[in-house]
């Protein structure tokens, strides 16, 4: 599916994702218009999902980061759908995933402070419907983050 220069590309992007088209093609051997191209067939091969920016929500004031873990009452039909629905509703769920196993969902929660979790846990997140188990987790730090793997 990649090649060579597919792969020089991507280990440079992973490497300084906001490089210029122009200066990745210098320093993945190409053209620019090969690079251009490549990127192109990259991004409608599903391989480049996109570029985002990484905020650090502490210098935004969010001083508290909540993991939840969420076992659902899937007893109703429905009832995985209607909670991401619900879910997706809440702003401060920066981040929503889905298991197999116990835990059925996931979601990320930022709050300025504790009394913000705790109203935003008591008002928005034990509203959610279907809940069978909820168990939380208070991020203390990030030891390693990101999405680059060798290609």
């Known amino acids: 599916m990649l090649d060579d220069t597919d792969r020089r590309i991507l280990r440079h992007m992973q490497a300084d994702p906001a490089l210029p088209t122009a200066e990745l093609a210098v320093r993945a051997g190409v053209s620019a218009a090969v690079c251009w191209r490549r990127l192109e067939k990259l991004r409608a ?82 509203t959610l419907p279907h809940i069978a188990d909820i168990e939380a987790l208070m991020h203390i730090a990030t030891i390693k983050s990101g999405e680059v793997l060798p290609v």
Do not use: C
Request: without cysteine.
């Open 45 to 126: 091969g599903g391989v480049l999902l996109g570029q985002q920016a990484v905020i650090d929500w502490q210098a935004l004031g969010y001083a508290v980061e909540v993991s939840l873990r969420f076992t659902l009452d899937k007893t109703q039909r429905g009832a995985f759908d209607e909670f991401l629905t619900e879910a997706r509703k809440v702003p401060e769920v920066i981040e929503i995933q889905t298991f197999l196993g116990r835990v059925d969902v996931r979601l990320n929660v930022l709050a300025r402070d504790m009394a913000h979790y705790q109203d935003l846990y008591r008002t928005r997140i034990l």
